[in-house]
Nanobody, 125 residues
Framework: QVQLVESGGGSVQTGGSLRLSCSAY????????MAWFRQAPGKEREGVAT????????DYTDSVKGRFTISQDNAKNTLYLQMNSLKPEDTAMYYC??????????????????WGQGTQVTVSS
């Protein structure tokens, strides 16, 4: 009943910036937490940032703190990830995720109910 669609990925040089967007469609009323995950080739999916829909509290994995900012526009049902000072190690497929109530809003893949198709981010040195 919920579809998530990411956009905004691309290829940039080290130190550059990108802003990812995730639009949510369908029955989104019960979503309480959204997140960005990423997965590099040959590696497991990693939680990047989370945000509580009610209140806007956020959390980030240590490697992106101070560089990435997760935000939301509730009127547009859209989630954003502003990525600054990008590094080659940020290269990955980035996924938008959402979950209903029932657990913490965390950086662990398990428990998220909906996923987008992913948008590729490539950072070259």
């Amino acid at each position: 009943q919920v579809q998530l669609v990411e956009s905004g990925g691309g290829s940039v040089q080290t130190g550059g910036s990108l802003r990812l967007s995730c639009s949510a469609y369908g029955y989104t009323y019960n979503i309480y937490c959204m997140a960005w995950f990423r997965q590099a080739p040959g590696k497991e999916r990693e939680g990047v940032a989370t945000i509580y829909i009610d209140g806007g509290s956020t959390d980030y994995t240590d490697s992106v703190k101070g560089r990435f900012t997760i935000s939301q526009d509730n009127a547009k049902n859209t989630l954003y990830l502003q990525m600054n000072s990008l590094k080659p190690e940020d290269t990955a497929m980035y996924y938008c995720a959402a979950r209903h109530s029932g657990g913490d809003c965390n950086l662990i893949e398990r428990g998220y109910n909906y996923w987008g198709q992913g948008t590729q981010v490539t950072v070259s040195s």
